[in-house]
C-alpha cells in the first residue's frame, strides 16, 4: 500500500488506463507508433500541460 504518491501520480490515477487501452485500440491508434505508447505520450504532454511548459526542449 501507498501511503504518499505525488500530485502528479493522483492526477494520471483519474484516467482508467483500461478504458485508455479500449479507445486506443478502437481507433487503431498506434498502428504507425514508432518510440512512445499512446498512454506515455498522454503521461508526457499531461506533465507538460500541469508544468506549464511553453515547448517541450523545457522538459
Same mark, same amino acid.
Given at each position: 500500500? +501507498?501511503?504518499? &504518491? &505525488? $500530485?502528479?501520480? @493522483?492526477? +494520471? ?5 483500461? @478504458?485508455? =487501452?479500449?479507445? +486506443?485500440?478502437?481507433?487503431? =491508434? ?13 503521461? &508526457?504532454? $499531461?506533465?507538460? @500541460?500541469?508544468?506549464? =511548459?511553453? &515547448?517541450?526542449?523545457?522538459?
Amino acid at each position: 500500500m +501507498v501511503r504518499h &504518491s &505525488s $500530485l502528479f501520480s @493522483q492526477i +494520471v490515477g483519474f484516467f482508467d488506463r483500461n @478504458q485508455f =487501452a479500449r479507445l +486506443v485500440s478502437k481507433h487503431d =491508434a498506434e498502428r504507425n507508433s514508432k518510440g512512445f505508447k499512446c498512454w506515455d505520450h498522454f503521461v &508526457s504532454m $499531461l506533465f507538460c @500541460q500541469i508544468a506549464q =511548459a511553453k &515547448s517541450l526542449r523545457e522538459i
